[in-house]
């Protein structure tokens, strides 16, 4: 049984309800009508290919598995695809500069989507992994503590930042990247996850930042 569901987060608007005038993003409403029942299709697609593993990394994890969403070129593309109207969907004036992806699974999209967007990536890494100078931040995780690393000057003072993550679980992780974030200079303008596990409520850490997610999971 498909343990997931479609992230609250998605609107489709009538085709039929559109007027001359562009909507948040830009775009004429014919073509936000089409983006948006575009989106729809392929996260029903993305939903499939979520696979469930129980107990892992440890006993009591209802784990979720991202990685088949890159084992096939077609999912792979209809992803990409996804992640980039949903950047639209914040609006014109909150085109990024910087994707800042999360160390290790937001490395698999956070490039890719970076150079669709014609912004610039910058990781953010588990402790003592980057040379030179760095910030850091301490996190709780579903699963234990972790400390958060950014090297000195990747972002540059009022720069607007997109972090970007496979999964929000208790919201520890996104909540630190954004820290550090702002610990560089940066202007955090959103958060974007392909899943959000909603019982977690992790999107209480991100202190009223504009949060977008893909998918959700009823678990
Ligand atoms: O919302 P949270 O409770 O912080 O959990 C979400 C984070 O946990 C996972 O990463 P993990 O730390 O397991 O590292 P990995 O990507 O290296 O496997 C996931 O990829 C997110 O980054
Ligand atoms: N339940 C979960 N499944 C996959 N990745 C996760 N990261 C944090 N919690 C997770």
């Given at each position: 049984m498909l343990a997931a569901t479609l992230a609250s987060s998605t609107v489709i608007s009538d085709p039929n309800s559109a007027t001359s005038s562009s909507d948040a993003s830009g775009r004429?409403?014919?073509?936000?009508?089409?983006?948006?029942?575009?989106?729809?299709?392929?996260?029903?697609t993305l939903l499939g290919a979520l696979k469930h593993f129980p107990d892992f990394p440890i006993p009591g994890i209802k784990f979720i598995d991202i990685l088949p969403?890159?084992?096939d070129v077609t999912t792979h593309a209809a992803l990409l695809r996804a992640l980039e109207l949903q950047v639209l969907e914040f609006g014109s004036d909150a085109k990024p500069d910087v994707i800042v992806g999360l160390d290790a699974r937001g490395f698999?999209?956070?490039?890719?989507?970076?150079?669709?967007?014609?912004?610039?990536?910058?990781?953010?890494?588990?402790?003592?992994k980057m040379p030179g100078p760095c910030v850091t931040a301490a996190?709780?995780?579903?699963?234990?503590?972790?400390?958060f690393q950014m090297q000195e000057g990747a972002v540059k003072p009022g720069?607007?930042?997109?972090?970007?993550?496979?999964?929000?679980?208790?919201?520890?992780?996104?909540?630190?990247?954004?820290?550090?974030?702002?610990?560089?200079?940066?202007?955090?303008?959103?958060?974007?996850?392909?899943?959000?596990?909603?019982?977690?409520?992790?999107?209480?850490?991100?202190?009223?930042?504009?949060?977008?997610?893909?998918?959700?999971?009823?678990?």
């Open positions: 004429q409403p014919s073509a936000a009508a089409a983006g948006a029942a575009e989106l729809a299709r392929t996260k029903i969403l890159f084992q698999l999209f956070g490039p890719s989507l970076a150079l669709r967007l014609n912004a610039s990536f910058v990781p953010v890494r588990k402790k003592g996190y709780e995780k579903e699963y234990g503590t972790d400390y720069q607007k930042v997109l972090v970007v993550d496979d999964i929000i679980a208790t919201g520890g992780s996104a909540a630190a990247a954004g820290s550090l974030v702002k610990q560089l200079g940066g202007e955090l303008i959103g958060y974007l996850f392909i899943l959000e596990i909603p019982v977690l409520n992790g999107r209480s850490k991100l202190e009223g930042v504009p949060t977008v997610t893909l998918l959700e999971t009823n678990e």
